[in-house]
């Protein structure tokens, strides 16, 4: 019988609703405090047999043959127009590759590579073992090796396993953040000492962190709506353009060649608690549609609105985006936090 984590958790105190962790009866201080998220909302998959390589290096983003075993990346997959059906975090675990994603995309995602499987000698299967959890924090870097002892903490792409039972990597971003995929049965081992050092958090806290670090996911009311580009997703590391032909590539490096793009993923903030609907649409200065949301979350240590949305970048850059066309509810546009330079990130 496996591992009914959910009511371990229900039993330490956590809320759900439906299938998703809305969070814990203690809550985190404040979004630097030293936390472990619950991502309840996102599901492993895995992908092995003896042609999984040369299968995934044909179909998604990711250079598949620079990802050694015990490495970690992030990328994504795209229909033959170059709009993504997928986004996800991949390891090489030295016999499978582990693929991480929304909840919502994970079955759909699967039947479109099965698709393009036939082919190959490959599997895919839903890893249902593993749950993932989210660590930040101010002090995360000195209480990890607490936790786990002996551990060094793994750097850049690198994965270190703890101890048979999950997978540890970093996570780039403007805080320093990590990510374990562990077997659902030894989550009742490691709580106690987790929850000494950490307070125990659920999904929407890690996504404010994500938000704040301007690092979209595709979900499902984002299927086939976006090329990479638009979310950014190239300049965070996600696409190789150096790696050749995968589905999608030639719509994808053309874009990126012609530098035209008039659109890309902005952090936006909006004073209050009414927490607008993904895909509202937004309008610029002259009150013409500018963008849209595609993700929204509470933020409850600031009484904000924290959202991401895919905006026009000459409304972006001049500050002047709105939730209505008569421009009475103005949102601030954030600077996003890392570089973006298309010539470069050809060289990735």
């Given at each position: 019988?496996s591992?009914d984590w959910k009511?371990f958790?229900?039993?330490?105190?956590a809320h759900?609703?439906g299938?998703?962790?809305?969070?814990?009866?203690?809550?985190?201080a404040?979004?630097?405090s030293?936390?472990?998220?619950?991502?309840?909302?996102?599901r492993?998959?895995?992908?092995?047999g003896?042609?999984?390589?040369k299968f995934l290096q044909g179909?998604i983003s990711t250079h598949m043959?620079?990802?050694?075993?015990?490495?970690?990346s992030t990328?994504?997959?795209?229909?033959?127009?170059?709009?993504?059906?997928?986004?996800?975090?991949i390891?090489d675990d030295?016999?499978?590759?582990?693929l991480m994603?929304?909840?919502?995309?994970?079955?759909?995602t699967v039947e479109?590579?099965k698709?393009?499987?036939?082919?190959f000698k490959v599997?895919l299967?839903?890893?249902?073992?593993?749950i993932?959890?989210?660590?930040?924090?101010d002090?995360i870097?000195?209480?990890?090796?607490?936790?786990f002892a002996?551990?060094d903490?793994?750097r850049k792409n690198?994965?270190i396993?703890?101890?048979?039972?999950?997978f540890?990597?970093?996570i780039?971003?403007?805080?320093?953040r990590y990510?374990?995929?562990?077997?659902s049965?030894?989550?009742?081992k490691?709580?106690?000492?987790?929850?000494?050092?950490?307070?125990?958090?659920?999904?929407d806290?890690?996504?404010l962190?994500?938000?704040?670090s301007?690092m979209?996911?595709v979900?499902s009311?984002?299927?086939?709506?976006?090329?990479?580009?638009?979310l950014?997703?190239p300049s965070l590391?996600?696409?190789?353009?150096?790696?050749g032909c995968?589905?999608g590539?030639?719509?994808?490096?053309?874009m990126q060649?012609l530098?035209q793009q008039?659109?890309r993923?902005y952090?936006?903030?909006?004073?209050?608690s009414?927490?607008p609907?993904?895909?509202?649409k937004?309008?610029?200065?002259n009150g013409?549609?500018a963008g849209?949301?595609?993700?929204?979350?509470?933020?409850?240590?600031?009484?904000t609105?924290?959202?991401?949305?895919?905006v026009?970048?000459?409304a972006?850059?001049?500050?002047?985006?709105f939730m209505t066309?008569?421009q009475?509810?103005?949102?601030?546009v954030?600077e996003?936090p890392?570089t973006i330079d298309p010539?470069k990130?050809l060289?990735?």
């Open positions: 019988m591992f009511a958790l229900t039993k330490q105190g759900f609703d299938d998703a962790l809305t969070g814990f009866s203690t809550q985190p404040s979004l630097s030293n936390a472990v998220s619950i991502l309840s909302g996102h492993l998959i895995r992908i092995s003896p042609d999984r390589q179909q043959l620079q990802l050694q075993p015990m490495q970690y990328g994504v997959a795209c229909t033959p127009k170059g709009r993504m059906y997928s986004s996800f975090h390891i030295g016999d499978n590759y582990l994603l929304k909840s919502d995309i994970a079955e759909s479109t590579l698709k393009y499987a036939v082919f599997e299967t839903n890893a249902s073992e593993f993932s959890l989210g660590f930040s924090g002090d870097q000195s209480i990890l090796p607490e936790i002996g551990i903490l793994p690198d994965v396993a703890i101890n048979g039972d999950g540890l990597h970093a780039a971003g403007i805080n320093q990510g374990l995929w562990l077997k049965e030894a989550l009742e490691v709580w106690s000492s987790l929850i000494k050092k950490l307070t125990p958090a659920g999904e806290f890690w996504s962190l994500n938000i704040q301007v979209p996911e979900s009311h984002l299927i086939e709506e976006y090329i990479p580009q638009h950014n997703l590391g996600s696409v190789s353009f150096k790696k995968f589905t590539q030639e719509i994808v490096t053309r060649n530098g008039k659109s993923c952090r936006l903030t909006l004073p209050g009414e927490q609907a993904v895909n509202t937004l309008f610029d200065g013409k549609p849209e949301i595609i993700q929204a979350v509470t933020n409850p240590f600031e009484k609105i924290e959202m991401l949305a895919v026009r970048i000459e972006a850059e001049a500050n002047q985006v066309a008569d009475a509810k103005p949102l601030q954030h996003i890392y010539k990130e060289q990735q």
